[in-house]
Nanobody
């Protein structure tokens, strides 16, 4: 399985971005996909996850502003980010949890929230 994250960029406070994570390869081995982020000098933190049955969990830190969704036809998971704040600035990573218990990470995409 390979993961390709995209959609990061520079956005003003209050703005929106949508991140995408496209999976390829052995798609059937994926149990769930999610998003994490890592700000400079901080640990990587959980943002949201969604299973292949569309069950999702979102961190309280971003709940109400961020939402995760998936397009099975495109093997892609999205993170819609609204009302962005400077403290949302981070590298955002996509992660896939596999049925065998292992997981893998995609490359990060940088989100910068600044005026």
């Amino acid at each position: 399985v390979q993961l390709q994250a995209s959609g990061g960029g520079l956005v003003q406070p209050g703005g929106s971005l949508r991140l995408s994570c496209a999976a390829s390869g052995s798609i059937s081995s994926i149990r769930a996909m999610g998003w994490y982020r890592q700000a400079p000098g901080k640990q990587r933190e959980f943002i949201a996850t969604i299973t292949n049955t569309d069950s999702s969990i979102t961190s309280d830190t971003v709940k109400g502003r961020f939402s995760i969704s998936r397009d099975n036809a495109k093997n892609t998971v999205y993170l819609q980010m609204n009302s962005l704040k400077p403290e949302d600035t981070a590298v955002y990573y996509c992660k896939a949890g596999l049925w065998d218990g292992s997981s893998l990470w995609g490359q990060g995409t940088l989100v910068t929230v600044s005026s």
